[in-house]
Antibody, heavy 119, light 106 residues
Framework: EGQLLESGGNLVQPGGSLRLSCAAS????????MAWVRQAQGKGLEWVSA????????YYPAPVKGRFTISRDNSKNTLYLQMNSLRVEDTALYYC????????????WGQGTMVTVSS | EIVLTQSPGTLSLSPGERATLSCRAS??????LAWYQQRPGQAPRLLMY???KRATGIPARFSGSGSGTDFTLTISSLEPEDSAVYYC????????FGQGTKVEIK
């Protein structure tokens, strides 16, 4: 069964930047769309970005559009999330997740990487 | 944006009882609705997709139903390990999640 391992979470000041990575194993990475989902402490799940299998289409919800950029390197089986202009409200555990198919639900999740935005 | 509203907020039941969780969408999502289980300290796990299809390895006591705007997740006979927060998710227009229903086992 496939596995996803996130990294790159850290403490950063408001207005700062951070890049998260998600390394995939045990799956044919280039066959699937991927996504990032975050969860603030004690709160629910919030989808923050998605990318299709080839990397040619990306999707963002309003709260992060223009600040976050999702990308992927299929030769390295790795997903990325570049986060700029970070805000206190971006503080959360960030999960990467694999889609079951195009625009599908998420059937494999990583364990998450923590991003804390604070001065 | 499609808003998903889950009810109740918390469900407290005994082992062996039946749990019924609701998810209502602000507009039709056809059957493009999934359910996830998140146990404390763990990542979410896909339970159901396309409203009524069980994901791989999910026990038969979990079932889903509904279409359009009203959906239900049923756990026919609760086990202690079913203690978790359950989220619905739509995928007809990007993705959004409901706010979750916490299931407590007495």
């Amino acid at each position: 069964e496939g596995q996803l391992l996130e990294s790159g979470g850290n403490l950063v000041q408001p207005g700062g930047s951070l890049r998260l990575s998600c390394a995939a194993s045990g799956i044919t990475f280039s066959d699937y769309g991927m996504a990032w989902v975050r969860q603030a402490q004690g709160k629910g799940l919030e989808w923050v970005s998605a990318i299709n299998a080839t990397g040619t289409k990306t999707y963002y919800p309003a709260p992060v559009k223009g600040r976050f950029t999702i990308s992927r390197d299929n030769s390295k089986n790795t997903l990325y999330l570049q986060m700029n202009s970070l805000r206190v409200e971006d503080t959360a555990l960030y999960y990467c997740a694999k889609e079951t198919g195009h625009m599908g639900p998420f059937d494999i999740w990583g364990q998450g990487t923590m991003v804390t935005v604070s001065s | 944006e499609i808003v998903l509203t889950q009810s109740p907020g918390t469900l407290s039941l005994s082992p062996g009882e039946r749990a019924t969780l609701s998810c209502r969408a602000s507009q039709s999502v056809n059957t493009y609705l999934a359910w996830y289980q998140q146990r404390p300290g763990q990542a979410p796990r896909l339970l159901m997709y396309d409203a009524s299809k069980r994901a791989t390895g999910i026990p038969a006591r979990f079932s889903g139903s509904g279409s359009g705007t009203d959906f239900t997740l049923t756990i026919s006979s609760l086990e202690p390990e079913d203690s978790a927060v359950y989220y619905c998710q739509q995928r007809i227009n990007s993705w959004t999640f409901g706010q979750g229903t916490k299931v407590e086992i007495k």
